[in-house]
């Protein structure tokens, strides 16, 4: 175990907390450039903004020229007005625009037999590893890789290695990965290490990453009332950080419920949720939650669209959220050669329906309910259903409104998952 440093406390890390395990953790270092790696404003409640801003300051005090690569991975970039709010004052012109389709470098390859073997042999098309070329630029005498752990639909729990392959990674390997990860199932997977889309990204780590300086941060937080509590900060250069960051994010980032959801309702922060691709996190973190013939509704104020860019707009206009055969049989036709160059896009498809088992309704403002039907949803008014379940007064869980109907509420997505006891335990 080499320069493995940790904090934690069940209310919450301060602010100077973070600052001496940063600062222990650059003890005896030499150094003239670091790049900082961090997520983007959709990992907003990660604190990762508060870590690459007192690491910039650190750095910059000791005259080290510090870049910062946000891991968009298909994202849209970070603008000005998000850097300031998640990062404070770090100087907008250090941030560095990643290009998932152009601005890559070429590792090597995993092998079809490979993940034929940790895929059960459900997936044998080999992956190309790819890395935006600053990972691999020689001047970095650092790179901190920074991020969340926390349960994720692709590998099982988000962070760690995630953030270079998909992060900073090329469509090659994120449209594969993500493929991956759906036809395994991602009910086998959420919540749990050693997925077969983590052993990918363990084994490019290892193969091709293994001379870079790389230091990994990671965190394990909560945001009630959209307050961050940083429960656990573990840094180090090996896989120790990660799998102690699991084991605290299992036990603050998933929540059981004894029985099956009939009514959930989850709202979607307008500032972090603008598209489908986005939102469906509230699909993802409750499926294994949900009960058979349940109603999943979806208060979206701010959605606008459903790609994170236009190409894969149009693709889930074009193919809808229709369930996980109805995508592979789309897949498979020699005609839709769009969705094969977009795996990452034909997985999220598959991500994002019930497959008929429980009913996905989004309350939208900004996007026609007609539009949201021909992707395969149901659709209600925002304004309406915000009235009946008013995210303003509806506690975290279960809610009982006038009525007598009972509802279990949900205001960020995105930091947990929501899991049925019984079903978890079957699908083990």
Same mark, same amino acid.
């Given at each position: 175990?080499?320069?493995?440093?940790?904090?934690?406390?069940?209310?919450?890390? @301060?602010?100077?907390?973070?600052?001496?395990?940063?600062? !222990?953790?650059?003890? #005896?270092?030499?150094?003239?450039?670091?790049?900082?790696?961090? %997520?983007?404003? $959709?990992?907003?409640?990660?604190?990762?903004?508060?870590?690459?801003?007192? /690491?910039?300051?650190?750095?910059?005090?000791? #005259?080290?020229?510090?870049?910062?690569?946000?891991?968009?991975?298909?994202?849209?970039?970070?603008?000005?007005?998000?850097?300031?709010?998640?990062?404070?004052?770090?100087?907008?012109?250090?941030?560095?625009?990643?290009?998932?389709?152009?601005?890559?470098?070429?590792?090597?390859?995993?092998?079809? +037999?490979?993940?034929?073997?940790? @895929?059960?042999?459900?997936?044998?098309?080999?992956?190309?590893?790819?890395?935006?070329?600053?990972?691999?630029?020689?001047? /970095?005498?650092?790179?901190?890789?920074?991020?969340?752990?926390?349960?994720?639909?692709?590998?099982?729990?988000?962070?760690?290695? =995630?953030?270079?392959?998909?992060?900073?990674?090329?469509?090659?390997?994120?449209?594969?990965?993500?493929?991956?990860?759906?036809?395994?199932?991602?009910?086998?997977?959420?919540?749990? +290490?050693? *997925?077969?889309?983590?052993?990918?990204?363990?084994?490019?780590?290892?193969?091709?990453?293994?001379?870079?300086?790389?230091?990994?941060?990671?965190?394990?937080?909560? !945001? %009630?009332? #959209?307050?961050?509590? $940083?429960?656990?900060?573990?840094?180090?250069?090996?896989?120790?950080?990660?799998?102690?960051?699991?084991?605290?994010?299992?036990?603050?980032?998933? +929540?059981?419920?004894?029985?099956?959801?009939? =009514?959930?309702?989850?709202?979607?922060? %307008?500032?972090?949720?603008?598209?489908?691709?986005?939102?469906? =996190?509230?699909?993802?973190? *409750?499926?294994?939650?949900?009960?058979?013939?349940?109603?999943?509704?979806?208060?979206?104020?701010?959605?606008?669209?459903?790609?994170?860019?236009?190409?894969?707009? !149009?693709?889930?206009?074009?193919?809808?959220?229709?369930?996980?055969?109805?995508?592979?049989?789309?897949?498979?036709?020699?005609?839709?050669?769009?969705?094969?160059?977009?795996?990452?896009?034909?997985?999220?498809?598959?991500?994002?329906?019930?497959?008929?088992?429980? *009913?996905?309704?989004?309350?939208?403002?900004?996007? @026609?309910?007609?539009?949201?039907?021909?992707?395969?949803?149901?659709?209600?008014?925002?304004?309406?259903?915000?009235?009946?379940?008013? %995210?303003?007064?509806? *506690?975290?869980?279960?809610?009982?409104?006038?009525?007598?109907?009972?509802?279990?509420?949900?205001?960020?997505?995105?930091?947990?998952?929501?899991?049925?006891?019984?079903?978890?335990?079957?699908?083990?």
């Amino acid at each position: 175990m080499k320069n493995f440093v940790y904090a934690k406390d069940e209310n919450g890390l @301060s602010r100077e907390e973070i600052a001496r395990a940063l600062a !222990a953790s650059l003890e #005896g270092k030499n150094l003239k450039h670091v790049l900082i790696i961090p %997520p983007d404003f $959709t990992r907003f409640h990660s604190n990762a903004g508060l870590i690459t801003n007192i /690491y910039y300051h650190m750095l910059r005090e000791r #005259g080290v020229e510090v870049d910062i690569l946000p891991a968009l991975g298909t994202h849209v970039p970070v603008t000005r007005e998000e850097a300031a709010a998640m990062f404070g004052d770090v100087p907008f012109e250090r941030f560095i625009v990643h290009d998932w389709r152009h601005d890559v470098v070429q590792l090597g390859e995993i092998s079809s +037999d490979f993940l034929a073997e940790i @895929s059960e042999g459900l997936w044998e098309e080999p992956m190309q590893v790819e890395i935006n070329r600053l990972v691999m630029d020689e001047k /970095y005498d650092l790179i901190l890789s920074v991020g969340q752990i926390v349960p994720h639909e692709v590998i099982g729990m988000a962070g760690h290695t =995630k953030n270079l392959f998909v992060g900073v990674g090329g469509s090659d390997m994120i449209n594969k990965s993500h493929m991956l990860g759906a036809v395994y199932g991602m009910e086998r997977m959420m919540g749990r +290490d050693h *997925t077969p889309v983590r052993q990918v990204f363990d084994y490019a780590w290892k193969k091709y990453l293994a001379e870079r300086p790389l230091l990994f941060v990671l965190t394990v937080c909560t !945001a %009630p009332g #959209g307050q961050i509590h $940083t429960h656990g900060l573990f840094i180090g250069e090996e896989r120790d950080a990660l799998e102690a960051a699991i084991k605290l994010a299992q036990e603050k980032n998933m +929540d059981f419920v004894e029985h099956g959801l009939k =009514k959930c309702v989850v709202y979607l922060d %307008p500032s972090e949720f603008r598209t489908t691709w986005l939102g469906n =996190k509230s699909v993802y973190r *409750t499926r294994m939650a949900m009960a058979d013939g349940g109603e999943l509704l979806v208060l979206a104020p701010g959605i606008k669209r459903f790609g994170e860019d236009m190409q894969v707009d !149009a693709l889930i206009r074009k193919y809808g959220y229709r369930g996980r055969l109805h995508t592979l049989e789309k897949f498979n036709e020699q005609e839709n050669q769009d969705l094969r160059d977009n795996m990452g896009a034909a997985a999220h498809l598959i991500h994002g329906s019930s497959d008929g088992r429980f *009913t996905i309704t989004y309350a939208v403002k900004n996007i @026609s309910q007609e539009e949201i039907r021909s992707v395969g949803f149901q659709a209600a008014d925002y304004d309406a259903m915000a009235a009946r379940y008013n %995210p303003e007064t509806l *506690t975290y869980g279960y809610n009982t409104l006038p009525d007598g109907e009972e509802i279990f509420f949900i205001p960020n997505p995105a930091l947990g998952l929501w899991i049925n006891r019984e079903r978890f335990a079957q699908e083990g």
